[in-house]
């Protein structure tokens, strides 16, 4: 499997992965979901916030790549959010249209992607305003890992709250490959 193969499955089981999330997610209350849970982002509805403000953050870096890929004019014209834990949707049937949409705009850039494009050293900003430069493929690798990290707190909170999301593990999604 190439690399661009590679963030192409990346990008389809974090969709595939979200959508169970949020299912799981929208059986609870609202309430339930803005419990303090004692997780770094408090809540699971911090928490999803989270893994959006910080999607949309590192997409808004990667439009900056001089491929310039169509797919992510959309997060061109977002706004930045000001910090990694800024609730940008109070309520899960909000965030998770906007989970949706995020999720096709990521599977949709994810087919744009060359592999000389993986190649560039990307130049950004951190949020605490520290310059930086590194390999764009190690970008969109730590991307899509940052993205298993905490949905793997929320479903650890889900499951505190007696939610049960299912089957989570990639190997669901890779293709048998039978022997003749």
Known sequence: ?????????????????NAKVYEAARSL????L?????AFFGSILGTLNHLVAGDTIWLKRF????????????????????SLDQLLLSNIRELSAHRVWLDQ?????????TEADLDYTLNYT?????????????LVMHF?????????????????AGVDVGDTDLVLLIPSESRA
Request: contains cysteine; positive net charge.
């Open 1 to 17: 499997m190439g690399r661009t193969d590679h963030i192409c499955q990346m990008a389809i089981y974090n969709d595939w992965m």
């Open 29 to 32: 209350t609202d309430e339930e």
């Open 34 to 38: 803005s419990v303090d849970r004692k």
């Open 63 to 82: 439009a900056r790549h001089p491929a310039n890929q169509l797919a992510l004019e959309p997060i061109r014209q977002l706004p930045a959010p000001k």
């Open 105 to 113: 705009v990521i599977v949709e850039w994810s087919r744009s992607i």
């Open 126 to 138: 951190s949020m605490k305003g520290t310059p930086a430069d590194r390999s764009f493929y190690g």
């Open 144 to 160: 899509f890992n940052h993205q298993t990290h905490h949905r793997g707190q929320v479903t650890t909170l889900l499951s505190q």
